[in-house]
């Protein structure tokens, strides 16, 4: 069975920093796109970050451009998104998904994403 598994999120101030990761199970993990999408209360839901397993280009959201750092583990199967120098703004709950192609994520096209292919949300709050 296809699973994506989340960790990671929490309280923080803001200036600090987490690590998210995204463990991935059920499917060939080198031919996919992994990354994260976020959605805030009331807000849609937004692209945040992807990496290529394949060949490990990247997408960033220009929001978190400089602060987060999108990365994998290939013999884990897992993908981590290191959010530093974190805002207020930044408090969502975050999605970690999978998706053959990475140009999902500049599209923020999420809803093309196979519902078997999230994993579930974890919280980010950032206090002011």
């Known amino acids: 069975d296809v699973q994506l598994q989340a960790f990671g999120g929490g309280v923080v101030q803001a200036g600090g920093s987490l690590r998210l990761s995204c463990e991935a199970s059920?499917?060939?993990?080198?031919?996919?796109?992994i990354g994260w999408f976020r959605q805030a209360p009331g807000k849609e839901r937004e692209a945040v970050s992807c990496?290529?397993?394949?060949?490990?280009?990247?997408y960033y959201a220009d929001s978190v451009k400089g602060r987060f750092t999108i990365s994998r583990d290939n013999a884990k199967n897992t993908v981590y998104l290191q959010m530093n120098s974190l805002k207020p703004e930044d408090t969502a709950v975050y999605y970690c998904?999978?998706?053959?192609?990475?140009?999902?994520?500049?599209?923020?096209?999420?809803?093309?994403?196979?519902?078997?292919?999230w994993g579930q949300g974890t919280k980010v709050t950032v206090s002011s």
């Open positions: 998904a999978a998706d053959l192609d990475i140009l999902t994520w500049y599209g923020n096209v999420w809803r093309s994403i196979l519902d078997d292919y």
């Open positions: 059920g499917f060939d993990f080198d031919d996919y796109a």
């Open positions: 990496i290529s397993v394949s060949d490990g280009s990247t």
